[in-house]
C-alpha cells in the first residue's frame, strides 16, 4: 500500500473529517467557479466519483459495504479511463485548443485529472487500510505473503497447487520478443528475477488466473482470515521460477486501460452485426489510456512495460498500491458476518398489483407506476409472460438497450414467438460493454422468427419502450411500459428507476408512432403529449421553461424541479440561468456530472443542486414544472446532455393520472429533504453534506422509502 505523510486522526470520523477538509481545499485550489459558467464534464464526474468513496469513509454505512464501495469507486474510475480519458486524449491528437468548462487545453485538462485522480487514490489506499483495521476488531484479518504462519502456508501450498497452479502461465520478457498482448480485464504481476551469482536480471510476466476467485478465506475458528490470490501467486514464486535458482524474486500489480470507444468502419460490404463483432475484437486492441502499477516497482522494470506497451511517462502512468482491479471487491466476501453488511430490503409487492391476476386488463382500467428496486420488477416479466399467452395479443413491441445475460424478459419474448406472436425486438447495439450480450439475444430472437431491428443510422436507442397490442371483438387495445430505466433484473435490484405502465391512448398512440419510425426510419409523426428526442424535446423543455419564466416575470408563482444523472448541456443550462434571472425557483437532483454552476449572484442564484448516493444507484429521470394543480410532471430516459436531447432515440411521458403524480412529487419532496446522504453541489465541488437549518431528524431518503412502500405493501 501508498505510504502517506498526510496527518489524519486515528479514527475513522476523524478521517472523514481531514477528508471533508482535504476536498473543500483542494477543488477550492483546482476548480475553475465564480465567473465562469459551465463546470468541465470530466472534472464534475470525478467530484461525483469522490462521493462514492465518501461512502467508503462513512463510518455510519457497515464496514463490507464500505469496501465494496472502493470496489465502486474502482470501476467507475475505470470505465472513465476508457471512455472520458480515452475521449481527452483523442483531442490532444487532433490539437483542439478548446475544451467545455475549462480554461486551459486538453493537455492542461489531462494533467489536472491526473492530480486529482492521484490524490483520490492516496485517499483510497488510507480508507482501505482504516477497514481492513476495523475489520481486525470484527475477528477478519487480512493476509498477505509476508504474514503467513507455517499451518497457513501449507493450507496455502495445497490450494495452489490443487487449483491455482495449473491457470498460471509465465512468459519471459526480453527486448527481442514481442510484448504479449495484454487483456484489459487482467491482473497481472510484472516479476523481477535477480542471479547474484550470475549477475543476471530476467523480467516475466504473469497474469493472475481470472477464472479463480480472487480470495480465499481461512477459517482458524477465532478469526477468519482471507488473502487475495495475487498474494497465493507471489507464495508461490520461487516454484513457478525454479529453473531459474533466483536469489530474489519481486512481483509488482499493474494494470492497464485501453480506450473503449467503437469504431464501426464505415464499410458497405459489412452488415451492422459483422461492423459491431468486428469493433468489439478492436476495442481489445485500443490505444493505451492508463497504466497503474505498484508504487514500490523498481524503476528499470517500470521503465521495461512503459516502452513494451508504447506509452510514454506522462499522465496515463499513475503510482498507485499493491493491489488493482478493486472492482473485484465488490464481491468481497461477507464471512457470514450479517451485522457488516446492509439490512436486507427485498423489493416488495405494488399494493395495487399484488392480487391482480390480469395484469393488461388491469392497466386497461388503471396507470400504475413501479418504482425500482423498492418494489417487483416481476410486474414487468409477468406482463410479457401473460402477453406470450393471451390468444387475442397480436403483437408485442419492445427496445432493448441492456438486459441480463440470463434474462427473464428474453425467455418471455422466446415464449412469445414460440405462441405465434409477432415481436418486434429494437436492439441498441452500441450499448457500451453490453454489445456481446446484446448480440447474442439478438441472433437468438431472430432464429426464432422475430423482427429484430439493430436501431437507427447515426441515432443510439436509448428510450425504454414497450407496447403490448391486443384484439377484443373489434377492438384494439394497448398498453404501453415507458421506463427511466433498462429492462434488466439485475439492475433493477440495485438501481433507483421508475416505469409507467399505461393505458392511456394519448401515450400509447405515440408510443405506437415511436416504434413505426424505428421499424422504417421515414414515418416520424407527430408528438404533442411525449418528449421523444430529437425530434422534439430541445423545443418542449425550452418551451416548459419559459412557461415558468412568463409566470415569474408577472409574479406568479414559478418551481421547476428536476432529477437527472447528468446535467451538461450547456443551452440547457443557460436557459436554466435564464429561469433563475427572471425569478424561477429551481431545485435540481443530480447524481453524477453537473456543468451547471449554482448559486452564483445575477446567474444561478435561485438554483440549488444536491446529490444522493446512498446504498441504491439513483438512476430515475423526473421532469416537474410549476406548482400546485398546474404542475406538470414527466418521466423519461434522458439526461440533460446534448447527445440525449440531439443524437438518440430518448422517450419522456406525461403522467395524466393525478395519482400517480402526487406520488412522484411527494418522492422528490422526500428525496430533497434527505440529510443523510444528499450532498450539496455548489461553485466548488466540494461534496458537503446536506444539513437542514432547524433540529430535525435526520431522513435517508432511501431508507424512507423502503419503509413507505413496504408498508403500503402491507395493507390491505
Known amino acids: 500500500m501508498i505510504e502517506s505523510n498526510m496527518n489524519f486522526g486515528k479514527s475513522v470520523e476523524d478521517f472523514g473529517a481531514f477528508f471533508v477538509n482535504y476536498s473543500q481545499e483542494y477543488f477550492e485550489k483546482n476548480t475553475y467557479f465564480g465567473t465562469v459558467k459551465l463546470i468541465n464534464r470530466e472534472l464534475s464526474w470525478l467530484s461525483f466519483n469522490e462521493r462514492v468513496l465518501q461512502e467508503a469513509i462513512d463510518s455510519k454505512n457497515p464496514l463490507l459495504e464500505r469496501i465494496r464501495f472502493l470496489g465502486i469507486y474502482s470501476n467507475n474510475l475505470d470505465e472513465f479511463f476508457r471512455v472520458r480519458v480515452a475521449a481527452v486524449k483523442r483531442m490532444i491528437e487532433v490539437k483542439s485548443k478548446v475544451v467545455f468548462g475549462f480554461e486551459g487545453g486538453p493537455k492542461a485538462l489531462l494533467e489536472e485529472i491526473k492530480q486529482i485522480v492521484v490524490k483520490q487514490q492516496r485517499l483510497f489506499e488510507i480508507a482501505y487500510q482504516k477497514i481492513l483495521k476495523e475489520l481486525e476488531k ?106 531459474f535458482t533466483p536469489d530474489t524474486i519481486e512481483a509488482f500489480t499493474f494494470k492497464f486501460t485501453r480506450d473503449a470507444e467503437l469504431d464501426l468502419e464505415d464499410s458497405l460490404a459489412l452488415s451492422i452485426v459483422e461492423k459491431m463483432e468486428k469493433g468489439i475484437k478492436d476495442r481489445k486492441k485500443g490505444n493505451p489510456v492508463r497504466l497503474v502499477y505498484d508504487s514500490r516497482m523498481p524503476s528499470d522494470l517500470l521503465d521495461f512495460l512503459v516502452r513494451s506497451l508504447g506509452l510514454k511517462m506522462d499522465g496515463n502512468i499513475i503510482a498507485g498500491g499493491k493491489y488493482h482491479n478493486f472492482k473485484d471487491f465488490m464481491k468481497f466476501p461477507d464471512f457470514g458476518k450479517t451485522h457488516l453488511l446492509y439490512p436486507p430490503q427485498p423489493p416488495v409487492p405494488h399494493p395495487n398489483l399484488k392480487k391482480v ?69 429494437v436492439f441498441e447495439l452500441l450499448a457500451r ?90 414515418d416520424r409523426g407527430q408528438f404533442r403529449s411525449l418528449i421523444v428526442s430529437p425530434f422534439n ?61 449554482p448559486s452564483i449572484e445575477n446567474q444561478s442564484e435561485n438554483i440549488t443542486v444536491r446529490s444522493i448516493v446512498g446504498r441504491y444507484l439513483e438512476h430515475s429521470r423526473v421532469l416537474l414544472f410549476g406548482t400546485g394543480e398546474n404542475r406538470k410532471v414527466f ?82
Open 357 to 425: 391476476k390480469h395484469l393488461f386488463k388491469h392497466v386497461l382500467l388503471k396507470d400504475e407506476l413501479l418504482h425500482f428496486p423498492y418494489q417487483k420488477f416481476d410486474y414487468v416479466v409477468d406482463l410479457l409472460r401473460e402477453a406470450a399467452l393471451d390468444p387475442k395479443v397480436t403483437s408485442i413491441h419492445i427496445n432493448i438497450y441492456r438486459v441480463a445475460s440470463d434474462s427473464q424478459i428474453m425467455n418471455a419474448l422466446v415464449s412469445a414467438l414460440k405462441n405465434g406472436k409477432n415481436v418486434v425486438v
Open 138 to 243: 470484527e475477528h477478519v484479518l487480512h493476509l498477505d505473503e509476508s504474514n503467513l504462519s507455517e499451518l497457513e502456508k501449507t493450507i496455502l501450498s495445497d490450494y495452489y497447487h490443487d487449483k491455482v497452479k495449473h491457470f498460471i502461465i509465465p512468459i519471459l520478457l526480453d527486448k527481442r520478443s514481442k510484448f504479449p498482448s495484454l487483456r484489459e480485464e487482467g491482473i497481472y504481476l510484472a516479476i523481477k528475477l535477480t542471479n547474484l551469482a550470475k549477475d543476471k536480471i530476467r523480467y516475466a510476466l504473469i497474469e493472475v488466473p481470472s477464472k479463480l476467485p480472487r480470495f480465499k478465506v481461512i477459517n482458524d475458528g477465532e478469526f477468519q482470515k482471507v488473502i487475495i490470490l495475487d498474494d497465493i501467486v507471489r507464495l508461490h514464486l520461487q516454484d513457478i521460477f525454479y529453473i
Open 537 to 597: 424535446s430541445r423545443r418542449k423543455l425550452v418551451s416548459l421553461i419559459d412557461e415558468q419564466i412568463k409566470l415569474a416575470r408577472k409574479g406568479e408563482p414559478a418551481e421547476i424541479f428536476l432529477k437527472l444523472n447528468n446535467l451538461v448541456d450547456s443551452k440547457m443550462v443557460e436557459k436554466l440561468y435564464d429561469a433563475s434571472n427572471a425569478g424561477v425557483k429551481v431545485r435540481i437532483l443530480n447524481r453524477g456530472m453537473c456543468a451547471l454552476v
Open 433 to 522: 460493454f453490453d454489445e456481446e450480450n446484446n448480440l447474442y439475444w439478438s441472433n437468438i430472437l431472430d432464429e426464432l422468427g422475430a423482427q429484430v431491428i439493430f436501431g437507427v443510422p447515426g441515432f443510439k436507442v436509448h428510450s425504454k419502450l414497450m407496447l403490448i397490442t391486443r384484439r377484443s371483438g373489434r377492438k384494439t387495445q394497448q398498453v404501453a411500459y415507458v421506463g427511466t430505466g433498462n429492462f434488466h433484473e439485475g439492475t433493477a435490484k440495485v438501481y433507483e428507476d421508475f416505469g409507467l405502465l399505461t393505458a392511456m391512448p394519448k401515450i400509447t398512440g405515440e408510443v405506437s408512432k415511436v416504434f413505426r419510425f424505428l421499424e422504417n426510419n421515414i
Open 635 to 716: 418521466l423519461t430516459s434522458a439526461d440533460w446532455m446534448m447527445r440525449n436531447i440531439d443524437k438518440r432515440i430518448e422517450v419522456g411521458a406525461p403522467i395524466l393520472d393525478d395519482d400517480i403524480k402526487e406520488h412522484l412529487i411527494n418522492v422528490l419532496e422526500l428525496q430533497w429533504k434527505d440529510s443523510v446522504k444528499a450532498r450539496i453541489i455548489g461553485p466548488k465541488q466540494k461534496n458537503k453534506y446536506f444539513k437542514p437549518l432547524e433540529d430535525t431528524e435526520p431522513i435517508n431518503s432511501q431508507n424512507a422509502l423502503y419503509q413507505l412502500y413496504r408498508m403500503q405493501s402491507e395493507q390491505e
